[in-house]
């Protein structure tokens, strides 16, 4: 078996001809040599994972891309036949179903090994507050682990398994993943199917996913995402694949007001030199306020929100609230205090400040925080049982009421050793993005995998468009980092490449606008000017829908490229560029642009 159980490692193990049954054999060997009752509360027999094996028949990836890797999922998502407790004795019930989401892994060859610890309930960022022994921290025991998805961190973390199913609702996918260096994949609400998870706050509840690596989460993300019918919460996203990094990303970070470190220089170095690696990938990052994203935060467990983890567990609380876990118990009591007038003037102040937030996207593609201020001690905990947990979730608590996605991606550690992650966060859809410059950040980085000694691989983007996608070439206000690019992004294309076509265009700023409309005019052969381009994907029911708005005397044609490719892309008519100025001297409408603002 690998030193860290990647599915690339595993698959070329197996692709080698090792034997599968041995490789399973040894994740239950680990699993006991690790000593830590607190990562599962429940494990698969082996004997039972072994049969799963053996049902697969030969190896085949191409059919089952998780054919023999080994999982684990948190226990308050149902497993048929075992037993559901989200880590409360007196609540626990055996699933008769297995989870949507399950169903997918298992059906794609993934070898369910057990359940795994949480803070009870799915309330808490720490991982202690479960009447179960506390899992370990994997890279340093002082402190703590995580949660409320402690046990799914900790289980890859320590290579247990090759990726874990965790849940998020204020950042159970992300603070663990940060604190046990480990990668947590945070999808945008509605992706995935929820059905058969109890729920913690069902309107802002997703299942998430800790790997090893970027790769390996976002692989297991996609083999779950789907519409689900039978969830009232699911939603049809466009959802593109990991790419390349488009050239005109813009970057945003919390401005100087917005970052809190809550005194830790360790940790505030450590977000620095991360950030630094991000900015030689993407370019430099511009400051952003982040005043609107802390006052939504603060709705979460101030506001009538705790209202609804009461109401998830209404049965429980209002007639045998003693099977509690005492803070678990006196977090959610706090929703006696809210009427139902207050859940309206929160859903008010919510719609208001999503709006502001929001307006970020008008000038940054994608955010970077810390995943945490600073890593927490199990003595603080015990100390205090709610201000490290409100601590920690200074950075994840706003992103599920805001409706984004985020990626927790392992950075610079700080100077003592210990873990300190960052966040990647993206509009809704935008999971593809986050995932590409996340890949590339955590190769950088320079850490190795989890608590192993395995350096990050390095990240391969797919390249070309996937299944029936067509490639579209734009020039103008659709490229990445300009006013129209939204347009595109929404639609669920996936940046391709920068390329310039064939020496055979003429380029014109037409009149109108605003202010102006860039024109590629075919001409003779070799008699024209190479124009930068940058080609996107698109499905082609999106491409269908994108063309049908071009306005006259714009249309849509075969360009030549430089690299040999033909998409297809913007053309203009010839009478359309009567009086209109010739900018190909520019090679660009980027250069155009940049002599018209000097």
Request: contains cysteine; proline residues 9%.
């Amino acid at each position: 078996m690998p030193p860290f159980p990647t599915i690339p490692a595993l698959h070329a193990a197996y692709a080698a001809g090792e034997d599968p049954r041995a490789i399973l054999a040894e994740v239950y060997r680990r699993i006991a040599d690790a000593d830590d009752p607190g990562i599962f509360l429940a494990l698969v027999p082996e004997p039972e994972a072994a049969a799963a094996l053996v049902a697969l028949g030969p190896f085949d990836p191409g059919t089952r891309p998780l054919w023999g890797i080994p999982f684990a999922v948190k226990d308050n998502v149902d497993v048929a036949g075992m037993a559901t407790t989200a880590a409360c004795p007196d609540f626990a019930y055996t699933a008769t179903e297995t989870a949507h989401a399950v169903e997918k892994l298992l059906a794609a060859g993934a070898i369910l090994v057990g359940k795994t610890n949480l803070d009870q309930f799915a309330t808490g960022l720490v991982g202690v507050r479960t009447p179960y022994p506390v899992p370990r921290n994997a890279i340093d025991p002082a402190y703590v682990p995580g949660g409320s998805s402690s046990g799914s961190a900790v289980a890859v973390a320590r290579g247990l398994v090759a990726f874990a199913l965790g849940t998020d609702t204020a950042g159970s996918g992300r603070v663990p993943a940060a604190l046990n260096n480990v990668v947590g994949l945070k999808p945008s609400l509605g992706s995935v199917s929820t059905r058969g998870m109890v729920p913690a706050c069902r309107t802002l509840d997703t299942l998430s996913v800790f790997a090893g690596t970027v790769a390996d989460a976002d692989a297991a993300f996609r083999i779950m995402a789907g519409y689900d019918l039978a969830d009232a919460y699911s939603r049809r996203l466009p959802l593109p694949a990991p790419s390349a990094i488009p050239p005109g990303l813009r970057l945003g970070v919390p401005d100087a007001q917005g970052l809190d470190f809550a005194g830790d220089a360790l940790s505030e170095a450590a977000f620095a030199a991360s950030l630094s690696d991000l900015e030689a990938l993407v370019g430099a990052a511009r400051p952003v306020d982040f005043a609107p994203m802390f006052s939504t935060a603060r709705l979460l467990y101030t506001g009538p929100w705790v209202a609804e983890r009461y109401q998830a567990i209404r049965d429980e609380i209002e007639t045998r609230p003693e099977i509690l876990h005492p803070t678990t118990r006196a977090v959610i009591e706090n929703a006696k205090g809210f009427s139902a007038a207050d859940a309206f003037g929160g859903l008010y102040r919510l719609a208001e400040l999503r709006r502001a937030a929001d307006a970020v996207w008008d000038a940054v593609d994608v955010l970077v925080v810390p995943t945490f201020p600073r890593p927490r001690t199990v003595a603080d905990l015990a100390a205090d049982p709610i201000g490290p947990n409100s601590e920690l979730g200074t950075y994840t608590n706003f992103v599920n009421l805001l409706d984004w996605c985020a990626l927790a991606v392992p950075g610079r550690f700080r100077a003592d050793g210990f873990p300190a992650g960052v966040t990647l966060l993206a509009p809704r859809g935008r999971d593809g993005l986050i995932a590409a410059i996340g890949a590339r950040l955590h190769a950088a980085s320079g850490v190795p995998i989890g608590a192993s000694a395995v350096p990050v691989p390095e990240a391969v983007a797919p390249k070309g468009p996937q299944g029936d996608a067509i490639e579209l070439a734009v020039v103008g206000a659709h490229l990445s980092g300009l006013a129209l690019n939204g347009e595109l992004t929404g639609l669920g294309a996936r940046f391709l490449r920068a390329v310039s076509t064939a020496p055979d265009y003429r380029f014109y700023a037409l009149p109108g606008g605003p202010p102006h409309r860039p024109g590629l005019l075919r001409v003779a052969a070799g008699t024209g000017t190479a124009i930068e381009t940058e080609v996107w994907a698109l499905p082609p029911e999106a491409f269908g829908r994108f063309v049908s708005t071009i306005p006259s005397p714009l249309g849509v044609g075969t360009l030549r490229l430089s690299d040999g490719t033909a998409p297809k892309g913007f053309l203009v008519e010839a009478e359309g560029v009567v009086g209109a100025e010739e900018i190909g001297r520019y090679g660009s409408w980027r250069g155009f642009l940049a002599r018209a603002a000097g």
